[in-house]
């Protein structure tokens, strides 16, 4: 039997599973149980809380003389299970085999599957072969026999997933997603996200922790948490979907270097870091947004967005009122715009913290992860010491705001047009600018944008400098719980208080 300290309670909600359980004669012969001529047996399952929001399975095994209170105690146990009604027991998975170390395929199998088993969840499992199988899946199957979907892998392969589900509603919905004005159908099908991949920030940000096991365990109890998704359109093109981080500048000069090197595995993201950080590459152009007036918060709060916050809870009532109002009009177009224009280090957009193993606290550590708004955070020209300044309190506890060279704003919308895009409209030659191109190429210490940056979304390239985007309030639902206050001290559990029941 596992030692469990005395004393403490295990809430339903947080029981994996209850097996009646054959005794072993050696465990017969123990302690006061030896004298009993037949012991029964049964063993709970059960989230034991760890530091680091850890959450690990543990098990209690209850022993007593009478089979019938016995049978009754696993009997009155599975009924309170069966009450969980938001707990999935059908999934569909899709495991990534090359994500991050590569280890999508054997984490699965050896952490995660035993765990669902365990847990009566019955899984399809498409382990995929190409980049956009996943996606180009979900289009069609039967989505309506699942009760959710889980991607084993990174951010990106959490992408496709989500491309997939919510193109498909919006196809289904008969909604047209080139029109950025649309409006786009919910997806309420939860997904889950078992962590192999480089970064796993999405992962991170929204349990607190990148594992398996863990992850594995808040998709058993069947939590929810939705998230805020922006779309992001070239005019009237559809380009993706993000939920983490859309970065123009450094990181997606990080991410169009290190996708030569997928081969390097994580560790692209710190040789390409490294490199890109020596280019002090800064890009002119324009950005304008519209603050987000309704939410409560601002990114320059202390606190954070925890399990059951405040803030996204307004934004969810306040939803819900907008869905009640359809059909009236609504005044976002007419709300104010402001313009900056500048030359910028780093343009970066995130509707959550973007913490991840590299950044505890994330690029944005006051974001919300359901609120309806996302953080622009705007890195203008600086030296390379005080960028090297800025980037390494994302490690630390100090205020990554409190630069002269920063500026953020919480935002339910934004568009940026670079320089380059706004001269080539006012018909500069292009032989010119080749020419332009070669000379800074030639001489890579000057700095200066010889060319657009690229903007990584999630992860992922766009094939547009120019873009518009806007936020769209908890618009899917992940199997989690947020990440929770204190976790480790909140959770004790007990054997006793049931075992003094028996
Ligand atoms: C001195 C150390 C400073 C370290 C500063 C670390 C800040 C790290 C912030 C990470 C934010 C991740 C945001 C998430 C983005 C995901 O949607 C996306 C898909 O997975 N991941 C990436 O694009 C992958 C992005 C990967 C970013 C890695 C950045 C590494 C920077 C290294 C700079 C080295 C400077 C050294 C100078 C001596
Ligand atoms: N079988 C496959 N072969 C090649 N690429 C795949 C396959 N399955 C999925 N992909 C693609 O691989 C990309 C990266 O995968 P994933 O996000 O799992 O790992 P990563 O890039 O290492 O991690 P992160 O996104 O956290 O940085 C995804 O965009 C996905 O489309
Ligand atoms: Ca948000």
């Known amino acids: 039997m596992s030692p469990v300290p005395e004393n403490c309670f295990v809430p339903t909600s947080e029981i994996i599973a209850v097996e009646e359980t054959e005794l072993n004669k050696k465990q017969r012969n123990i302690g006061k149980w030896q004298k009993m001529a037949k012991p029964h047996a049964f063993t709970v399952y059960y989230v034991k809380k760890a530091r680091n929001h850890?959450?690990?399975?543990?098990?209690?095994?209850?022993?007593?003389?009478d089979e019938h209170l016995c049978n009754q105690w696993i009997q009155a146990l599975k009924e309170l299970l069966e009450m969980q009604k938001s707990r999935p027991k059908h999934l569909l998975v899709y495991i990534n085999p090359y994500g991050g170390k590569r280890q999508g395929k054997s984490i699965y199998e050896q952490k995660v599957a035993p765990l669902f088993s365990l847990a009566s969840i019955s899984t399809d499992v498409v382990i995929t072969e190409h980049a956009n199988h996943a996606k180009d899946n979900l289009l069609e199957v039967n989505i309506n026999k699942y009760d959710g979907v889980v991607c084993v892998g990174g951010d990106g392969m959490f992408s496709e997933v989500m491309h997939g589900l919510i193109g498909r509603i919006q196809k289904d919905s008969g909604i047209d997603q080139n029109n950025p004005k649309a409006p786009l159908v919910q997806c309420n099908i939860r997904i889950g996200i078992i962590p192999a991949g480089s970064t796993d920030c999405i992962c991170?940000?929204?349990?607190?922790?990148?594992?398996?096991?863990?992850?594995?365990?808040?998709?058993?109890?069947?939590d929810c948490q939705?998230?805020?998704?922006?779309?992001?359109?070239?005019?009237?093109?559809?380009?993706?979907?993000?939920?983490?981080l859309l970065g123009y500048g450094f990181y997606g000069d990080i991410l169009k270097d290190s996708e030569k090197k997928r081969w390097m595995g994580p560790m692209r993201y710190d040789y390409s870091g490294f490199k890109t950080f020596l280019s002090h590459h800064?890009?002119?152009?324009?950005?304008?947004?519209?603050?987000?007036?309704?939410?409560?918060?601002?990114?320059?709060?202390?606190?954070?967005?925890?399990?059951?916050?405040?803030?996204?809870?307004?934004?969810?009532?306040?939803?819900?009122?907008?869905?009640?109002?359809?059909?009236?009009?609504?005044?976002?177009?007419?709300?104010?715009?402001?313009?900056?224009?500048?030359?910028?280090?780093a343009i970066n957009a995130v509707n959550m913290s973007c913490a991840c193993p590299r950044s505890p606290k994330g690029l944005s550590p006051a974001a919300h992860l359901a609120d309806g708004s996302a953080d622009l955070i705007l890195v203008r020209k600086c030296s390379r010491f005080d960028f090297l300044r800025y980037l390494v309190r994302h490690t630390n506890q100090d205020d990554q705001f409190d630069f002269s060279f920063v500026d953020v704003y919480r935002v339910k919308s934004f568009q940026f047009t670079s320089k380059l895009s706004e001269d080539n409209e006012s018909n500069i030659t292009d032989i010119g600018k080749k020419r332009f191109g070669q000379f800074c190429r030639d001489h890579p210490a000057c700095c200066c944008n010889i060319a657009n940056s690229t903007w990584n979304c999630d992860?992922?390239?766009?094939?547009?400098?120019?873009?518009?985007?806007?936020?769209?309030?908890?618009?899917?639902?992940?199997?989690?719980?947020?990440?929770?206050?204190?976790?480790?001290?909140?959770?004790v559990y007990s054997q006793s208080s049931i075992e003094q029941l028996l």
């Open 282 to 345: 800064y890009y002119e152009g324009t950005i304008s947004f519209q603050p987000a007036k309704h939410t409560l918060g601002s990114p320059r709060d202390k606190d954070s967005c925890r399990t059951g916050c405040y803030i996204c809870k307004k934004s969810e009532q306040q939803l819900a009122e907008q869905h009640k109002e359809c059909g009236l009009k609504h005044e976002e177009d007419e709300e104010e715009w402001k313009v900056i224009k500048g030359k910028f280090l």
């Open 459 to 491: 992860g992922e390239t766009l094939d547009s400098s120019a873009i518009q985007v806007r936020v769209h309030c908890q618009f899917v639902k992940l199997f989690a719980r947020g990440i929770e206050e204190n976790s480790k001290d909140e959770a």
């Open 204 to 222: 991170y940000s929204t349990i607190g922790i990148s594992d398996p096991v863990t992850s594995a365990l808040h998709i058993i109890v069947g």
């Open 226 to 244: 939705p998230l805020d998704v922006s779309s992001v359109h070239h005019n009237n093109t559809f380009l993706k979907y993000s939920v983490s």
């Open 54 to 65: 850890r959450w690990r399975c543990s098990d209690v095994t209850f022993w007593c003389v």
